[in-house]
């Protein structure tokens, strides 16, 4: 059973960070793709950032390009994701995802991931 762990979440000003951190296990963090989404009170869920063991990777949502970075952990089973410059408009509920990698995927989050997180709130304030 795949399970995942955020915290890190919380409350901050505009301009502000946060670390999120997703907590897993080794079998999990080294065969899944690991990515984190957000989905803000009346929005539809966003893919935000994704990454697999080999460390490769992608931002899905423009809007965090240049502030955000996801990263692994592969000593402590995490998968990060740094936070830098917040924007109001960054208030979410964040949740990590996990579905088990195939060979040639890249782990895109317009894909289906099976496995979610309970999500942490991050909230920016102007």
């Known amino acids: 059973q795949v399970q995942l762990v955020e915290s890190g979440g919380g409350s901050v000003q505009a301009g502000g960070s946060l670390t999120l951190s997703c907590t897993t296990s080794?079998?999990?963090?080294?065969?899944?793709?690991m990515a984190w989404f957000r989905q803000a009170p009346g929005k539809e869920r966003e893919g935000v950032a994704s990454?697999?063991?080999?460390?490769?990777?992608?931002y899905f949502a423009d809007s965090v390009k240049g502030r955000f970075t996801i990263s692994q952990d592969n000593a402590n089973n995490t998968v990060s994701l740094q936070m830098n410059s917040l924007q109001p408009e960054d208030t979410a509920m964040y949740y990590c995802?996990?579905?088990?990698?195939?060979?040639?995927?890249?782990?895109?989050?317009?894909?289906?991931?099976?496995?979610w997180g309970p999500g942490t709130q991050v909230t920016v304030s102007s």
């Open positions: 080794r079998a999990t963090i080294s065969t899944h793709c």
């Open positions: 990454i697999y063991f080999l460390g490769k990777a992608t």
């Open positions: 995802a996990a579905r088990r990698r195939s060979y040639g995927d890249t782990c895109d989050t317009d894909a289906y991931f099976r496995y």
